[in-house]
């Protein structure tokens, strides 16, 4: 698959920033009047005479090269390279992975036989889950291939297994618990997906059905390998609404998270880095520093390991006179200021 290989963890963001640039076609002018940046950023950062630039430049170059911002800062590779590789090769990509049969809508659809592990593996998944006679199993086999899909950037895709399977399972009468939160995972898949796709109406339908769907759960639960519940919906909420960038929306269910919510180890990371993205948007450093310093004391593996947490503390090092907390965590992961825009 053209786009990344696995040498895209050793890339630098300079480096990366070239590569999609290239693949694209597009020059630093090119690049920097789509992002709405200095092009002397863009030069100095593919030059590697910076190193960082603050997070709102960096999701404006991110978008600009139609990428996740994760593509830019993640550190493991992501499949998201669809999104930069040649249109023809993305277009046999897309045949090749149809997702047509897992929805009943196509028949003797052969499974591919691809270096995309992520996708193989959901994929086998399916097959396996098939033969299980068992509609929930199956419809979790087909949210994780909605997950892969979104790594892959193919969020109209996504978007169409998560809703496709959320409608054939939607409940009637009475059903388990596990029935809703299977359900209800399947409607936030939907909604990130949609969300991506800058269809913020549609994401907030599917975010309204997983709240009510969150009520039957009553508690945040993993049931056949799909998390869901009140805290997960109010964590997915603020993810769609920072991914759409409506900030103020964020912070505002932000205030919802339950206090005795469930949260797994990673979703409580991903759910920090959000509230502390948040936060330094709407330009409340010490909030956001708070965030990021919750963030580390819980799991310092995953905040070491994952660069937005890096960036977000460097860019507040540049709001006013760090506070000594702050200057030990960024020493700890390595953080550098991130210099201001030209």
């Known amino acids: 698959m053209a786009g990344m290989d696995d040498g895209w963890t050793e890339l630098t963001l300079g480096e990366r920033i070239r590569r999609l640039r290239n693949e694209a076609v597009m020059t630093q002018d090119d690049l920097a009047a789509t992002a709405n940046v200095s092009t002397d950023l863009i030069r100095k950062l593919e030059q590697g005479q910076r190193q960082t630039a603050s997070l709102a430049s960096l999701s404006r170059i991110a978008a600009a090269l139609n990428v996740d911002l994760g593509v830019l800062l993640g550190p493991t590779r992501s499949a998201a390279a669809a999104r930069r590789d040649r249109p023809q090769i993305v277009a046999i990509r897309d045949a090749l992975t149809n997702v047509a049969d897992t929805l009943g809508e196509l028949d003797g659809v052969d499974v591919p036989d691809l270096a995309d592990l992520g996708h193989v ?3 086998e998944a399916l097959r396996l889950a098939a033969g299980a006679l068992d509609p929930l199993r199956l419809a979790s086999a087909r949210s994780c291939l909605g997950h892969v899909l979104i790594l892959q950037g193919r969020y109209a895709d996504a978007e169409r297994v ?9 409940p009637t009468g009475q059903v388990s ?46 049931d056949y390998d799909v998390t869901f519940g009140p805290g997960i919906v109010v964590m997915q909420t603020i993810d769609c609404a920072v991914v759409t960038g409506d900030y103020v929306a964020a912070a505002e269910t932000a205030r919802r998270m339950p206090r005795d919510s469930g949260l797994p180890l990673v979703s409580r990371s991903r759910h920090l880095v959000d509230v502390a993205h948040t936060q330094l948007r709407l330009d409340h450093p010490q909030a956001a520093e708070s965030a990021l310093l919750t963030l580390e004391h819980a799991t310092p593996e995953w905040a070491a390991l994952h660069r937005l947490p890096r960036v977000l503390v460097g860019e507040l090092l540049t709001r006013g006179r760090p506070s000594s907390r702050l200057r030990e965590l960024a020493d700890r992961l390595q953080a550098t200021p991130a210099p201001l825009e030209e």
């Open 121 to 123: 593996a959901a994929r």
């Open 177 to 222: 618990a596990a029935h809703w939160s299977v359900y209800g995972g399947l409607l936030l898949g939907g909604a990130s997906s949609a969300a991506r796709q800058g269809r913020s109406g549609v994401a907030s339908d599917l975010l309204a059905e997983a709240a009510a769907a969150a009520h039957q759960t009553e508690r945040d639960r993993i």
């Open 162 to 170: 998560h809703v496709a399977t959320a409608q054939q399972l939607e």
